[in-house]
């Protein structure tokens, strides 16, 4: 297996190498001409400085968006994943899960197709069957480059990449669940199977290191934000994960940036069955304090019936919206757009839509302390 793996890695990153330098030229002017124009409708080429808190699909998705705006973007990604090709790098090589750091890199990367089809692909056969190439690559960076950050910022590099990809944390952390019936779940990709089966809420969330510390460079990109982005994704098992690192947590407390909550467009099995809007934002609260949130934006979209109906068949729904008044007695405003996306048969944030309206909500922000 090591001897196959270290063959495949040697291989594909030679390649990937030398297709990325060839093509770095190429395609980062080609997508400043494409970006210009879109940064130009809300201001300076230049951008303001946007930290995205998450992990997942929905950060990736966030970060296609935002890097059309500004090309200073810190996304800072939950490293609690142990499922999957992750789930086995990390414990046969005992480095922290890749998967949430390839999908961020490759959504600020500057790109053809087909190289992210290529660092996406994941074996389907043989010893390395579930094995995604994006994360032996950097699994192999981090041997080659000593150490996990400096694998990201290498990648980072070759890739093109706008803005930076950081770990909340490098610490070895688990993801803890307590239901409201006592039940108590290690690892996070049990949670969601064993909330299910267990039909009981999910009550808290915590980590098995409970003073793990946060990455440096993580609170001082926060504590230098213009904007903080929480989600959109999973509420306990991508978001949360990085506000329950206390060092976080206090720096979002302390820091003057404008700090908006994504809410969800559908609710999840396993983890926000029956929420709104509301439930979403106090679950954040509770783990993570009261003045962390000060905008919530929120999908407004007609959904096409067949893919409700899909959903439904799956135990998911849209968020509630009914309750969106409440968050005005919180002291905490909300903003509602079409933000969705229902593009290969799913549910899911348009990027360009949804970086355009947050954008905005920065911009509408900033106008309004100025007149004051």
């Not at 990604?77 to 090709?85: F, I, K, P, Q, R």
């Not at 070759?158 to 688990?174: C, D, F, I, M, Y």
């Not at 803890?176 to 996070?188: P, S, Y």
């Amino acid at each position: 297996m090591e001897f196959v793996s270290g063959i495949v890695v040697g291989v594909a990153l030679g390649i990937s190498l030398s297709y990325a330098f060839k093509r770095f030229k190429w395609v980062r002017e080609g997508n400043e001409k494409l970006q210009q124009p879109f940064r130009n409708k809300i201001g300076p080429s230049k951008g303001p400085k946007v930290v995205a808190i998450g992990g997942g699909t929905g950060l990736s998705t966030l970060l296609r968006g935002l890097k059309l705006y500004t090309p200073n973007i810190t996304a800072v990604v939950t490293v609690a994943d142990d499922g999957g090709s992750s789930g086995m790098l990390r414990q046969d090589l005992g480095i922290l899960p890749p998967g949430d750091i390839r999908n961020c890199i490759l959504a600020l990367a500057n790109v053809e197709p087909i190289m992210e089809r290529l660092l996406q692909y994941r074996f389907k056969e043989g010893s390395l069957k579930g094995q995604n190439l994006g994360n032996l690559l950097i699994a192999a960076m981090v041997d080659i480059a000593g150490g996990f950050v400096n694998a990201i910022k290498e990648v980072s590099s070759v890739l093109a990449v706008t803005g930076r990809v950081l770990p909340v944390s490098l610490e070895n952390v688990h993801l803890v669940a307590t239901l409201e019936d006592g039940t108590v779940i290690h690892g996070e990709s049990r949670i969601p199977d064993e909330q299910i089966k267990k039909n009981s809420p999910i009550k808290e969330i915590s980590m098995d290191n409970p003073d793990c510390r946060a990455l440096p460079d993580v609170v001082k990109a926060i504590e230098e934000a213009d904007i903080v982005v929480l989600g959109p994704g999973s509420l306990y098992t991508s978001i949360i994960p990085n506000i329950i690192v206390k060092e976080v947590a206090q720096a979002l407390h302390r820091s003057q940036a404008l700090k908006i909550y994504v809410c969800n467009v559908m609710t999840q099995p396993g983890e926000t069955t029956g929420y709104s809007v509301v439930d979403h934002v106090n679950a954040i609260i509770k783990h993570g304090g009261a003045d962390i949130i000060d905008v919530v934006l929120v999908n407004r979209s007609n959904f096409p019936d067949e893919l409700l109906k899909k959903y439904r068949l799956e135990g998911a729904e849209p968020v509630d919206c009914s309750d969106l008044h409440k968050l005005r007695d919180m002291g905490i405003k909300y903003v509602q757009a079409d933000l969705s996306d229902f593009s290969r048969s799913l549910i899911r944030h348009n990027p360009q839509k949804l970086a355009y309206e947050i954008i905005k909500i920065a911009q509408e922000a900033e106008k309004s302390q100025n007149t004051e």
